[in-house]
T-cell receptor, first 114, second 113 residues
Framework: DAGVTQSPTHLIKTRGQQVTLRCSPK?????VSWYQQALGQGPQFIFQ???????QRGNFPDRFSGHQFPNYSSELNVNALLLGDSALYLC?????????????FGDGTRLSIL | RKEVEQDPGPFNVPEGATVAFNCTYS??????FFWYRQDCRKEPKLLMS???SGNEDGRFTAQLNRASQYISLLIRDSKLSDSATYLC??????????????FGGGTRVLVKP
């Protein structure tokens, strides 16, 4: 049973660049959520995709955008990278978008901005 | 006030002892609660959902106190492998469609021989 997979594992970018992170949900899941986790803090919700639409969004600027494909996989795009964007980016999947469904996380992509 | 608050710890626990810690949440309408475990530089992993009646999974017991708006996690007979950061997770937006989880900052537990 394939779990949540994310790519790449690590990424180094410079300020002003753009980055795309990818996520494949756990087998059978159709909802993907993205989180940003800075060092020493809990994950912060970025947005959630269900039925190829952004259903909810956290307090992140428009530089953060995403997409969900028909096979339920998802991408997170960040434009005009800032030093403060350095973090672990986590993808989580669940079945449906109901609040009682627990989410399962991938290993994350560690993004470093120089 | 943060939406979900946890004591960051660390809680230094002798092996075999019991440790318990709480998490408070701000929105009284919250419906869904979870405890996740996160090891250093790893992804969060679901430990258990928290139900209104409280629930137990082996050495772990979770409880919900709606009146005081907190959830708790108790670990009995602590093992060295229990050393981790425990994340309290709440769904603060049950009315609108969606499953947006809000995480606390985590409570660090260190079990020592």
């Amino acid at each position: 049973d394939a779990g949540v997979t994310q790519s790449p594992t690590h990424l180094i970018k410079t300020r002003g660049q753009q980055v795309t992170l990818r996520c494949s949900p756990k087998s059978g899941h159709d909802t993907v959520s993205w989180y940003q986790q800075a060092l020493g803090q809990g994950p912060q919700f970025i947005f959630q995709y269900y039925e190829e639409e952004e259903r909810q969004r956290g307090n992140f600027p428009d530089r953060f955008s995403g997409h969900q494909f028909p096979n339920y996989s998802s991408e997170l795009n960040v434009n005009a990278l800032l030093l403060g964007d350095s973090a672990l980016y986590l993808c989580a999947s669940s079945l449906g978008d109901r609040e009682y469904q627990p989410q399962h996380f991938g290993d994350g992509t560690r993004l470093s901005i120089l | 006030r943060k939406e979900v608050e946890q004591d960051p710890g660390p809680f230094n626990v002798p092996e075999g002892a019991t440790v318990a810690f709480n998490c408070t949440y701000s929105n009284s309408a919250s419906q869904s609660f979870f405890w996740y475990r996160q090891d250093c530089r790893k992804e969060p992993k679901l430990l258990m959902s928290v139900y209104s009646s409280g629930n137990e999974d082996g050495r772990f017991t979770a409880q919900l106190n709606r009146a005081s708006q907190y959830i708790s996690l108790l670990i009995r007979d602590s093992k060295l492998s229990d050393s981790a950061t425990y994340l309290c997770v709440v769904n603060l937006n049950p009315i609108a469609a969606g499953n947006k989880l809000t995480f606390g900052g985590g409570t660090r537990v260190l079990v020592k021989p």
